[in-house]
């Protein structure tokens, strides 16, 4: 019962590296987010794919790039990191429409930039 | 654009006490709308999902009811517990699937 599944659970990185966050998913959903959340606030949405071979942005893009691999993988690559990208990700699935497609979250990765 | 809003930002109730959760959209054309719960740095559970044509779901102590038309939803927990304690957001999902967080909740539950 892996569900939604994480790499790294932590990271820190030095100002201008690089790094990419893995998410894969094995419930044979289409549709795959990543979210940043800061101190006291909601869910922020950076990318998000409906469907392999889309991509879009969601309210909080600059920065950020994404790969939807194959229907599992959805990947977020940070190319030159930055104090204000410290944060926690959280990668999350769901299917198509609105019949029975809850959300699945993956258990998030601890991002701190110095 | 979708726009979720949560108030309050937090709450505190003493034990035994009904919880009252409130999450209001701007667009009411949603697929669906998911309850969640998060514990201080950990990920988040799903408490209840309700489709778009449905008008409230329950499970246990918990009830969810939706108006799509006025865009808002409710979460009821009865009989609050310090266990309850935690932040609860909501979600839409909408045009395209994509999914839109409120900002939140956090519940205070004092025994």
């Not at chain 1, 942005?57 to 920065?63: L, R, S």
Request: proline letters at 4%; one cysteine or more; a positive charge.
């Amino acid at each position: 019962n892996a569900g939604v599944t994480q790499t790294p659970k932590f990271q820190v990185l030095k100002t201008g590296q690089s790094m990419t966050l893995q998410c894969a998913q094995d419930m044979n959903h289409n549709s795959m987010y990543w979210y940043r959340q800061d101190p006291g606030m909601g869910l922020r949405l950076i990318y998000y794919s409906a469907s392999e071979g889309t991509t879009d942005k969601g309210e909080v893009p600059n920065g950020y790039n994404v790969s939807r691999l194959n229907k599992r993988e959805f990947s977020l690559r940070l190319e030159s990191a930055a104090p204000s990208q410290t944060s926690v990700y959280f990668c999350a699935s769901t299917d198509l429409g609105g019949m029975n497609t809850e959300a699945f979250f993956g258990q998030g990765t601890r991002l701190t930039v110095v | 654009k979708q726009e979720v809003t949560q108030i309050p930002a937090a709450l505190s109730v003493p034990e035994g006490e009904n919880l009252v959760l409130n999450c209001s959209f701007t667009d009411s054309a949603i697929y669906n709308l998911q309850w969640f719960r998060q514990d201080p740095g950990k990920g988040l559970t799903s408490l209840l999902l309700i489709q778009s044509s449905q008008r409230e779901q329950t499970s246990g102590r918990l009830n969810a009811s939706l108006d799509k038309s006025s865009g808002r939803s409710t979460l009821y927990i009865a009989a609050s517990q310090p266990g309850d304690s935690a932040t609860y957001l909501c979600a839409v999902k909408a045009a395209g699937n994509k999914l839109t967080f409120g900002g939140g909740t956090r519940v205070l539950v004092k025994p």
